[in-house]
């Protein structure tokens, strides 16, 4: 693979780099849903699904109807407390 070429696909390693923690913490947020599952049927994590994660427990990007999770906040709000 080309140098310059950014991957869209991570491994688990690769995508608990992404959100710059530990495997461990990274397959917790997960579970809570405030990191997106791995592609249905591989063990890879799309990275633009990742990314509009971080935008929507950040805030910067509104949901859409499509994107309402109602427990969304209340599990931001439990990950902000155990940080």
Do not use: C
């Not at 917790?28 to 994660?53: C, F, S």
């Amino acid at each position: 693979m080309s140098d310059t070429l950014t991957p869209r696909m991570l491994t688990r390693s690769q995508a608990a780099e992404f959100y710059n923690v530990g495997v461990n913490t990274f397959d917790k947020y997960v579970r809570q849903g405030i990191a997106p599952k791995p592609i249905r049927g591989t063990k890879r994590w799309y990275l633009k699904a990742m990314e509009h994660y971080l935008d929507m427990a950040s805030g910067i990007a509104p949901m859409n109807d499509d994107d309402y999770d109602p427990d969304l906040e209340k599990r931001i709000e439990q990950w902000d407390s155990s940080t």
